[in-house]
């Protein structure tokens, strides 16, 4: 076995106790990448892991990873893993408009096309309460991040915590990080308008003199949280962290940070607040299947 990939891979590596490969990574002037295998690769099975960065750049790292594999195939690997921590394009889930692409799908037979065999990522946005996307091609495990959420809150010195999630959809996840931790959930009652992107959020509880924990799979502009952090607030919260599985722009860190007495991510993104690891969720889950 084979990893192919840059500071998220080693890490990823270590605990499947194999080998990395080097790769050259060049953006040429007009934004096309070329990433180059430097290693003779001469194993069957290959695991190409690697993870964006804020600002992240979803194109060029989604051609990247399809080039990869694709050269991969070309040098006789016969079992080829991809990793994506985050799961590009996996919010257009569904055909939402007429017209519009089922992108999600898309981006997983493109990649199977390339060669991928199977496919890892954490909590995607698409079937979120599966631990298999079920319109894959080919074999895809979607790793519960709220576990790994879970196990850090759980070095926290909280006397009083109550999760709270922004919507009805994030029941699951908000139980998973309340079992964790042995903690009361509520959950408010989130609608988007799909025209505007506009977001409304209602809720009635008290949380006077609690430690709320806000949290969710994504965060991009965190008007979502935002929403949720001001209404916890009125309603007497005595703390508050936020915790996500992905936060996807800068933005949203300015945002919120200031306003909460922590804010953290899991490190299926790099940024300053992405502190949660991932990287043994997803080594298990390859040694389980493998």
Do not use: W
Not at 196 to 217: C, M, N, Q, Y
């Amino acid at each position: 076995m084979i990893l192919i990939g840059h500071n998220f891979a080693e890490s990823l590596a270590k605990l499947l106790n194999c080998k990395t490969a080097d790769v050259e990574k060049r953006t040429f002037h007009d934004g096309e990448v070329c990433p180059r295998i430097l290693s003779e690769v001469k194993d069957d099975h290959a695991i190409v892991a690697e993870r964006m960065m804020l600002p992240m750049k979803p194109n060029g790292y989604l051609v990247e990873a399809l080039l990869l594999v694709k050269n991969l195939k070309s040098m006789g690997v016969k079992k080829i893993d991809v990793v994506m921590p985050y799961f590009v394009y996996s919010r257009q889930d569904d055909v939402f408009r007429k017209g519009e692409p089922f992108s999600a799908k898309f981006v997983l037979e493109i990649l199977a096309d390339a060669g991928a065999t199977r496919f890892f990522t954490v909590s995607s946005h698409a079937d979120r309460d599966k631990d298999m996307i079920s319109f894959s091609p080919i074999p895809a495990y979607n790793i519960n991040g709220f576990e790994c959420i879970g196990d850090y809150l759980k070095g926290f010195d909280l006397h009083n915590p109550l999760i709270v999630g922004p919507d009805r959809g994030a029941e699951m996840f908000v139980d998973t990080v309340a079992k964790k931790l042995g903690a009361e959930k509520v959950l408010f009652e989130k609608k988007r308008d799909l025209n505007t992107g506009e977001v409304s959020i209602k809720a009635d509880a008290d949380f006077r003199g609690r430690e709320v924990i806000l949290i969710d799979d994504i965060v991009s502009s965190g008007s979502t949280m935002l929403t949720a952090i001001g209404i916890c607030k009125k309603a007497g919260a005595e703390k508050i962290f936020c915790a996500v599985v992905h936060i996807i722009s800068q933005k949203g860190i300015d945002a919120i940070s200031p306003l909460v007495d922590k804010f953290v991510a899991c490190n299926t993104i790099h940024s300053d607040i992405s502190v949660i690891p991932v990287e043994k969720k997803i080594a298990d889950k390859i040694k389980e299947v493998s």
